[in-house]
């Protein structure tokens, strides 16, 4: 039943196979399946790195000992893991009943397919946090039912940080859920063909992110350009207009890294390239744009037009996306030239074929004019109805490996600038999956509510993706659904979020303001979104919170090398740095950006002051009052509306109050 294998364990009972295998510093991976374990099932991990690890088999049980974790595997197939230094135990596996059968449910859907089931034991005052980006509201997991499956602001990446001190990625794309419940936790696949899991031992969650980044990619170096100032509205019409707002920028004297050219800007959906008739140059506009310090980003979807001068071809090579039953058609979508909604196809990034024929498309159409970031919206994919199951890929059937679309999608525009030469790499996408992060993909929340109460979701959703492993994570500063520029509510909610955004790890104003125009067609545009568009208060306020953001500029780079070589995100909660304290564990409306700098947004309209956790073992300084504060106590901080309340840890010198204030 049991034997050594390659480095690893394997134990067979009927027509079960468990495989464990070393797989990293602290970490091993578990795959789990029916008479065979398959090789061809897409996930985050790479190849297999080299392990010093121990095994020794007595009788029916067996034990492996890699670093900091052990594995036990019982004579009936049950695995436990373990803190190697005390033997303590971190998880283990819980059998769905007493008899039958055991902790692995597979129950056929047909053709060699299963709906699985995975079970584990819980634990009383276990914290657990990642799971992705969710708008549930809540930073720790326990306790929740979260679906694994890729939606607008909804984003599935199947890691989880605990509290007990162990990390866990559940490392198949298929669609599914997890039960994080009182009496166990279970992963569940809807249909695919076989278990595949990881753990990693640490002794606090810096060292678990590090195994984590190492066992599925490290994010490249953030570009220095990318730290800056990201402008963008729903949507800019024409190049003139674009390039007027670029333009008072300069005029006014304030910072502008990059600014967006969003959807629309095309032919025709999946002909990826401008429109000439309102793009007529948009290499002199790439140029003027470089000259005043400011990058260009392009939208690019994934989704192709029947009327496309792309389609035919693609669909004759079999490049979109499949379906089970029905015609290729995955959503309907407005288009240039048609008064009505068209039925539209996604291109298949699982497929190479695909990646590279809309590189080859990118290449020619904008990154030969200069362009060099992108926007990969709708990037989930956006599917409508959202029936995953009918889709069938490249690497399988969509309810098997839909969820990695997003990854896939970023890696082909990784691998086709890496191509062309190109060091600086970042996509900004609406979706995410393991592994992202080494594709130099930045996550943002999607299209979220203009309220408070949003931006309070945003604050927890945040750090989950911090935990998730993906560094680079920004929002809707504003939100985007709506905004009366107007209303004193939204002008108050915009300056709060703003405030949060300077110390977000990319600072980025997007939205679709009030009031809209042309909602049902490729002329819809929002009211303006600039700076300079809410009054000069507001104004007054915003502009100092960009020369703030530019101040604070060279410590961001300084996190966003830390991110690149140790999978430590800039933005993160209090316990990562301070796991030893018990009160940061349940703190979810402040965190850190970086080791010293504590923030804590203010996220209720008319709020002037608020509490805040000083975590023990340093002390707090107010930047603008001077006072110090010990930690391991709770503080109430003035917040006025120009100043959200944020300190200092012990010595740190930051230049967060303009200079002579």
């Known amino acids: 039943m049991l034997h050594e294998t390659d ?13 464990v295998e070393p797989w990293g510093s602290g970490s091993v991976r578990v795959r789990a399946g029916l008479s065979v374990l398959r090789s061809d099932v897409p996930g985050a991990l790479g190849e297999r790195p080299v392990a010093d690890a121990s095994i020794r088999i007595d009788g029916e049980s067996a034990r492996l000992v890699n670093g900091a974790i052990t594995v036990e595997v019982s004579e009936t197939g049950l695995l436990r893991f373990l803190r190697s230094e005390s033997d303590e135990e971190l998880l283990a596996e819980q059998r769905a009943h007493f008899w039958w059968p055991g902790s692995r449910v597979f129950t056929s859907t047909g053709n060699g397919y299963y709906r ?8 009383g ?7 992705g980006q969710h708008t549930h509201g809540l930073l720790d997991q326990k306790g929740t039912v979260v679906d694994l499956v890729q939606r607008n602001a909804e984003v599935t990446i199947p890691f989880l940080v605990s509290s007990r001190g162990y990390g866990l990625l559940w490392n198949s794309p298929a669609v599914g859920r997890v039960e994080l419940a009182e009496n166990g936790t279970r992963w569940s696949s809807d249909s695919a063909r076989q278990i595949d899991y990881w753990v990693t031992a640490g002794e606090d969650p810096a060292a678990i992110l590090a195994n984590y980044a190492d066992a599925t990619g490290h994010a490249p170096m953030l570009p220095e350009w990318a730290s800056g100032f990201w402008q963008c509205k729903l949507r800019y ?3 003139d207009e674009l390039m007027e707002v670029a ?35 948009p290499a002199a506009m790439v140029e003027e744009l470089r000259e005043m310090g400011t990058e260009l980003m392009v939208s690019v979807w994934p989704s192709v037009s029947p009327l ?27 288009d240039k030239g048609v008064d009505s909604k068209v039925q539209v196809s996604f291109y298949d990034p699982t497929n190479p074929a695909a990646r590279s024929y809309l590189w080859d498309r990118i290449r020619e159409n904008y990154h030969a004019l200069g362009i060099r970031v992108w926007w990969l919206d709708a990037c989930e994919p956006e599917i409508k109805p959202g029936h995953p199951s009918n889709l069938r890929y490249h690497a399988g059937p969509g309810t098997e490996v839909g969820n990695i679309y997003p990854a896939e999608h970023a890696r082909g525009f990784y691998e086709g600038m890496r191509a062309e030469g190109e060091t600086e790499i970042i996509t900004l996408c609406r979706s995410a999956w393991a592994g992202s992060q080494r594709y130099g993909a930045a996550l943002w929340s999607g299209d979220i509510p203009a309220t408070f109460a949003s931006l309070r979701t945003q604050v927890r959703a945040g750090l989950n993706v911090a935990m998730s492993g993906i560094p680079w994570w920004t929002t809707d500063i504003g939100g985007f659904h709506g905004g009366d520029q107007d209303s004193a509510e939204f002008r108050e909610l915009l300056v709060r979020w703003f405030q949060y955004g300077v110390f977000c790890p990319l600072l980025r104003l997007h939205g679709f303001r009030e009031p809209f125009a042309n909602t049902l067609h490729p002329g819809m545009t929002g009211g303006p979104n600039e700076v300079w568009s809410y009054g000069e208060e507001v104004y007054a306020l915003l ?44 703190v979810d409306d402040a965190f850190l950006f970086g080791p010293d700098i504590l923030v804590a947004p203010v996220t209720e309209f008319g709020c002037r002051e608020r509490d805040v956790y000083l975590p023990e073992g340093a002390s707090w300084r107010d930047p603008w009052s001077g006072r110090t504060h010990p930690g391991g106590a709770v503080v109430r901080l003035p917040a006025p509306l120009d100043r959200v309340p944020v300190l200092l840890r012990d010595d740190a010198d930051l230049p967060l109050a303009p200079a002579g204030s």
């Open 7 to 19: 480095g690893g364990l394997e134990w067979h009972g009927g027509h079960q196979v468990v495989r």
């Open 116 to 123: 699985i089931d995975q079970h584990f034991a819980s634990y």
């Open 125 to 131: 005052g276990e914290r657990l946090f990642g799971l």
């Open 237 to 239: 019409r024409t190049q």
């Open 247 to 281: 333009r008072e920028h300069r005029r006014r004297g304030l910072p502008l890294s990059v600014i967006v050219s969003d959807f629309f800007h095309w032919t025709h959906l999946g002909d990826w390239r401008f429109d000439p008739a309102e793009w007529p140059d």
């Open 308 to 334: 496309s001068e792309n389609y035919a071809d693609m669909m004759r090579r079999g490049l979109l996306v499949a379906t089970e039953q029905g015609p290729p058609v995955h959503a309907d979508w407005a």
């Open 543 to 586: 502009s100092e919170l960009l020369f703030l953001r530019e101040r604070l500029r060279p410590y961001v780079m300084e996190q966003m090398r830390l991110a690149h070589e140790n999978g430590l995100p800039p933005m993160r909660p209090l316990f990562v740095d301070f796991p030893g304290d018990e009160r940061a564990w349940d």
